[in-house]
């Protein structure tokens, strides 16, 4: 059975603290990794992984895939209070037409 | 651009009343349309998606179906709600091979 899991579920850093969120997958005909960060609203988009290796960077948001070992990561350095939500770690897989998604983490930065 | 569209934004239904949302997409022609359901504190779990007119193609059995009537329009149906369907519903699109975005969500709560 096709499944992603992240870790962990929930986190609270201070401010300025530098966070890794985790994505393990195991999905048949593995296209594409996608993260999403939601607040109280819907998912927005932040990154697509397609090849292992290579780091898609925004700002102070990264993401790094490795197919070898079904994880991604997404780091988040000097974290701001606009930080806090929950994020998601989906997975494209089988015809393309199919997101499997994690149950997501969810971050707390406090001042 | 592509934007999507979903209404209403949020819902109180009682038990066993009949539930329709609807989702729309404007700027893409032909995309793959998708239903999710988002339970409190709980991942996206996916309910149908559509690759295209009339096509439609079921995930989970339950008491709610989805219609395409037209290219860029999904509507997710039920004849008699339950309390278990309460949650916050989410309609996505996206292109063969490519990032799924979502529309900004229904919340519905069954009393």
């Known amino acids: 059975e096709d499944k992603v899991v992240q870790s962990p579920l929930s986190l609270v850093v201070h401010e300025g603290d530098t966070v890794t969120l985790n994505c393990s997958y195991e999905?048949?005909?593995?296209?594409?990794l996608l993260w999403y960060k939601q607040e109280k609203k819907a998912p927005t988009f932040l990154f697509m992984l397609?090849?292992?290796?290579i780091e898609k960077k925004s700002g102070r948001l990264s993401s790094i895939l490795d197919k070898k070992e079904l994880f991604s990561i997404l780091n988040i350095t000097a974290t701001q209070t606009g930080d806090s939500a929950v994020y998601l770690c989906a997975v494209e897989g089988d015809t393309g037409n199919q997101f499997y998604f994690g149950t997501g983490t969810s971050l707390t930065v406090i001042p | 651009s592509q934007t999507i569209h979903q209404w209403p934004a949020t819902l109180v239904q009682p038990v066993g009343s009949p539930l329709s949302l609807e989702c729309t997409v404007e700027g893409t022609s032909n995309p793959n349309l998708y239903w999710y359901r988002q339970a409190a504190g709980r991942g996206l779990q996916l309910l149908f998606y559509?690759?295209?007119?009339?096509?439609i193609s079921s995930e989970v059995p339950q008491n709610l179906s989805a219609s395409r009537p037209q290219d860029r329009q999904f509507i997710l149906s039920s004849k008699k709600l339950l309390l278990s369907d309460s949650g916050f519903y989410l309609c996505?699109?996206?292109?063969?091979?490519?990032?799924?975005?979502f529309g900004p969500g229904t919340r519905l709560l069954v009393l």
């Open positions: 999905v048949t005909n593995f296209r594409s």
């Open positions: 996505a699109w996206s292109v063969f091979l490519g990032t799924q975005y």
């Open positions: 559509s690759v295209g007119i009339g096509q």
């Open positions: 397609t090849s292992s290796g």
